[in-house]
């Protein structure tokens, strides 16, 4: 993290990417020393532009409960250089509710949270298990060493995602691609064009299929309970398609690599399961691998903080440097799957939570345990320097990670 012109009374930072040598586990270490500063600190964007960086738990959540710093497209800005940035967004999809400010986000996220409640996600864990169960035998079949993020992490929130907005088999793969495209830092601006006409292409066809013979899946409910139009379960069915893959993938794989390098933390756990849930909310927390916002920018002029906050300021929530914040977390830095808190903010906070956090833990739950039961001896296969990360992606994981048994 560099620092470059002022703003107010300090320098305004870059936003910083690299990780610590060796500690593929932890953010980069300039946040630290921000968030030691001033919870919310001048950022200098890559145009030029000066706002903030929040690294405060208690301040980051503030962001994001604030409906004073908006979600609307305009004026945002990406705090490290993101190829494609300059395409319009004035293409997006109608349905896009993470772009919205309310009432619009609300009146989007009210047709969909009834799909997302604990009560439903219950109801998926018998089938989400049969999944689970059914890509651990092909892994036993094949024998080690695997790629646990092409024969697991990524195909299983593939099929529980793809199950519920009813994504054609044979199409799963073309989706998952071009999630992955969307969401790579090195993608360039044409690639990511491509992407999203693609993706649109392939959605427009899975909306004229849901109206024409709706399903008991979410967007053939959808088109069955409400007046939305194609645009708008474009939008939504985007949305949800990336919600679903990024993350859980990415907390799979990195969660499994976390354990494995903790192996008193896997003991304990292999020693008492009914810890799961726990060490599901610690690994959530230490890794926090949306490592890009949320991003956010004010809409007028206040006061926040003890700060001036101008109209058209971006400000930028780093969500693995609040979820480290000492003030909030005992030894934020130490692992500790006993530590039994779920304060952390790995899903946002606010309007703009992310919707199916039952789902996810729900899948994660599953895909842990399943997986050490399944294979006791699970263990890396390639010396842990051989391990690539994800540096370069808006949601932080590994590139792969080889296991055997």
Request: glycine share 6%; aromatic share 6%.
């Given at each position: 993290m560099t620092q470059s012109r002022e703003s107010g009374n300090r320098l305004a930072r870059t936003f910083p990417t690299a990780r610590p040598a060796g500690c593929p586990f932890d953010p980069p270490a300039p946040f630290a020393e921000a968030r030691e500063e001033c919870p919310v600190t001048p950022l200098q964007y890559p145009d030029g532009h000066v706002g903030r960086l929040v690294t405060g738990l208690q301040s980051a959540r503030a962001v994001l409960g604030d409906t004073r710093f908006s979600s609307l497209p305009a004026g945002k800005r990406s705090p490290v250089k993101v190829p494609g940035s300059e395409l319009s967004t004035d293409a997006l999809p109608a349905g896009m509710f993470?772009?919205?400010?309310?009432?619009?986000?609300?009146?989007?996220?009210?047709?969909?949270?009834?799909?997302?409640?604990i009560r439903r996600v219950r109801e998926l864990r018998p089938r989400i298990q049969e999944m689970t169960d059914r890509l651990l035998d092909e892994m036993e079949g094949k024998g080690g060493p695997?790629?646990?993020?092409e024969a697991f992490a990524k195909p299983l929130p593939t099929l529980v995602t793809s199950e519920l907005l009813g994504l054609p088999e044979e199409d799963r793969a073309q989706f998952g691609h071009h999630v992955d495209v969307l969401f790579s830092l090195s993608?360039?601006?044409?690639?990511?064009?491509?992407?999203?006409?693609?993706?649109?292409?392939?959605?427009?066809?899975?909306?004229?299929?849901?109206?024409?013979?709706?399903g008991q899946d979410i967007l053939g409910r959808l088109t069955v309970e409400t007046d939305l139009t194609d645009e708008e379960l474009l939008g939504i069915t985007i949305v949800l398609l990336i919600a679903g893959l990024e993350t859980t993938t990415n907390m799979l794989a990195l969660g499994t690599y976390a354990l494995l390098r903790h192996?008193?933390?896997?003991?304990?756990?292999?020693?008492?399961?009914?810890?799961?849930?726990?060490?599901?909310?610690?690994?959530?927390?230490?890794?926090?691998?949306?490592?890009?916002?949320?991003?956010?920018?004010?809409?007028?002029?206040?006061?926040?903080?003890?700060?001036?906050?101008?109209?058209?300021?971006?400000v930028t929530v780093s969500l693995p440097a609040a979820n480290r914040d000492p003030s909030a977390f005992e030894d934020p830095d130490v692992f500790d799957i006993r530590r039994g808190t779920s304060r952390h903010l790995a899903f946002g906070s606010g309007p703009h939570q992310c919707m199916g956090h039952h789902l996810a833990r729900l899948?994660?739950?599953?895909?842990y345990e399943s997986l050490l039961r399944r294979f006791p001896g699970l263990e890396l296969a390639v010396p842990v320097d051989e391990v690539g990360t994800r540096e370069m992606m808006v949601t932080y994981g590994v590139l792969g990670l080889p296991v055997r048994w």
């Open positions: 993470v772009n919205m400010d309310p009432p619009d986000h609300t009146r989007y996220r009210r047709l969909l949270s009834k799909h997302f409640t695997v790629d646990l993020v993608s360039s601006g044409e690639e990511m064009q491509q992407s999203m006409v693609l993706l649109g292409g392939m959605l427009h066809a899975l909306i004229d299929a849901a109206r024409k013979d709706p192996p008193e933390q896997l003991a304990a756990l292999r020693a008492d399961w009914s810890l799961m849930d726990d060490a599901v909310e610690e690994l959530l927390r230490y890794l926090s691998v949306v490592q890009i916002g949320p991003i956010r920018v004010a809409a007028e002029d206040f006061a926040f903080e003890g700060q001036s906050i101008r109209k058209g300021e971006v899948e994660l739950s599953i895909g």
